[in-house]
C-alpha cells in the first residue's frame, strides 16, 4: 500500500487535518551558506553538508570556488575597519571555497542556530562549530545573518540566479501553506 500524502495523514491525538484548514506555514527563505578554507582543507564538507540536508533543507545553489580579493572585499564590507579584518580576507582568499544556497522555512535563522556560536570553542556541543570546531579564528563555515543580508549575498556568489525545484520530500518535512 502506498503511503498517504501528508495531507491526509492523523493530526496529533488521532485528529484528521481538513484539506483547507489554514495552516500556519514560516517563511520560506533562502539563505547564503560558505564553507570556508578550513572546512574543505579538513575535508568536513560532506558530514556539515549532510546535516543541513537531514534537517530538510533544499539545495538550490552549489558552487566551488576561489575567492577573489575583490569578492571578499565586497562579501565582508560590513567589516572594513575592524581588527580582524585584513586577516580574514587573507584567509578567505588562500584556498577555495563552497558557496551554498539553501532553501527552507526560516532558513536563515535555521542555519545560523545550527551553527552555533561563532566561535567553535565556545559553541555547544550538537551545533556544526560545537562539534567540528577548535578555534577562535577558523569556524568552519558563514551564514547569512539576516533575509536581507541572504538577498544581497546570494547575488554576489550566484549572479546567474539559482535553481528552483521542488524536492519530492518536501510534502513530508515542510507544513502545508
Request: with cysteine.
Amino acid at each position: 500500500m502506498a503511503a498517504s500524502p501528508p495531507s491526509a495523514l492523523a493530526g496529533p491525538g488521532g485528529r484528521a487535518y481538513a484539506d483547507g484548514l489554514p495552516r500556519r506555514q514560516p517563511p520560506v527563505e533562502t539563505t547564503l551558506l560558505l564553507f570556508k578554507p578550513d572546512a574543505l582543507q579538513r575535508g568536513l564538507v560532506g558530514r556539515l553538508l549532510a546535516r543541513f540536508e537531514d534537517k530538510g533543507l533544499q539545495i538550490v545553489g552549489l558552487r566551488l570556488l576561489r575567492m577573489t580579493s575583490e569578492l571578499a572585499a565586497r562579501h565582508y564590507a560590513p567589516h572594513v575597519g575592524k581588527p580582524f579584518y585584513p586577516g580574514l580576507l587573507r584567509f578567505m582568499t588562500a584556498a577555495p571555497i563552497i558557496a551554498l544556497a539553501l532553501r527552507g522555512p526560516k532558513a536563515v535563522a535555521v542555519v545560523r542556530t545550527m551553527l552555533g556560536a561563532t566561535f567553535g570553542i565556545d559553541a555547544k556541543p550538537g551545533t556544526l562549530r560545537g562539534d567540528f570546531g577548535c578555534s577562535k579564528t577558523f569556524n568552519l563555515l558563514h551564514a547569512s545573518d539576516a533575509p536581507e543580508t541572504a538577498a544581497r549575498e546570494l547575488e554576489l556568489f550566484f549572479p546567474d540566479g539559482l535553481e528552483a525545484w521542488e524536492p519530492a520530500t518536501a510534502p513530508w518535512l515542510w507544513d502545508p501553506a
